[in-house]
């Protein structure tokens, strides 16, 4: 019995011990801006045949660690890498009395650094994605960050219907579709967004 209880102690303290380590280890750390970004564009989003106006119009970049395999410790028990991510807001001012938006966005936005000191993290920017609010329904148009990098535009397609439609699930977030055979069959049905990027370099 006194041999039970002494493994028992020597459990409870090499617990004690070890679990707080691992939870620091995999805080999440304070992610540093860029206080200078350069890679600056400008986004536009021009919306087309709407059954209505938006309550809104926002949006927020996606950014992401590429190599937390290489910068980001393991955790302890599963040995996954925490994903580092931010997603920044951005705003988006109404241009003229159409439904067309623009803002900037910044591919350098955020600063590579060492968090945990196993290395620099690399930051990348995934894409943007936009927040166009219509009553209990939020739809989310989508741009990379590689098309805006390349100067592309992307046009996706929602459905009208989900405009005051009252089964739709409160807090809905409903995503485009690309051009396809059901859109054109029946295009009258659809709404179109187009996020265009241009460089603005400062």
Not at 145 to 165: H, R, V, W
Request: glycine share 8%; net charge negative; with cysteine.
């Amino acid at each position: 019995m006194a041999m039970n209880r002494l493994v028992a102690t020597a459990l409870f303290i090499l617990l004690t011990l070890t679990l707080p380590a691992c939870g620091q280890s995999m805080k999440k750390p304070d992610i540093k801006l860029n206080p200078q970004p350069k890679m600056r564009y400008e986004l536009t989003l021009s919306v087309q045949d709407a059954p209505g106006p938006f309550e809104s119009v926002t949006g927020f970049m996606q950014y992401e660690v590429q190599n937390e395999q290489e910068c980001v410790p393991a955790d302890a028990i599963s040995g996954h890498h925490q994903r580092l991510s931010i997603d920044p807001d951005i705003e988006f001012k109404r241009v003229g009395d159409s439904q067309t938006y623009k803002g900037t966005v910044y591919l350098d936005f955020v600063q590579d650094s060492d968090y945990y000191g196993l290395g620099v993290c690399r930051w990348k920017m995934v894409g943007f994605s936009g927040v166009m609010k219509a009553g209990e329904v939020t739809f989310n148009p989508f741009i990379s960050g590689e098309q805006i990098a390349k100067l592309q535009s992307k046009t996706e397609y929602f459905p009208k219907s989900y405009f005051g439609d009252p089964s739709v699930i409160k807090g809905a977030h409903v995503g485009g579709s690309r051009l396809d055979d059901s859109v054109t069959r029946y295009r009258d049905e659809f709404f179109s967004t187009t996020l265009t990027a241009k460089e603005d370099f400062q």
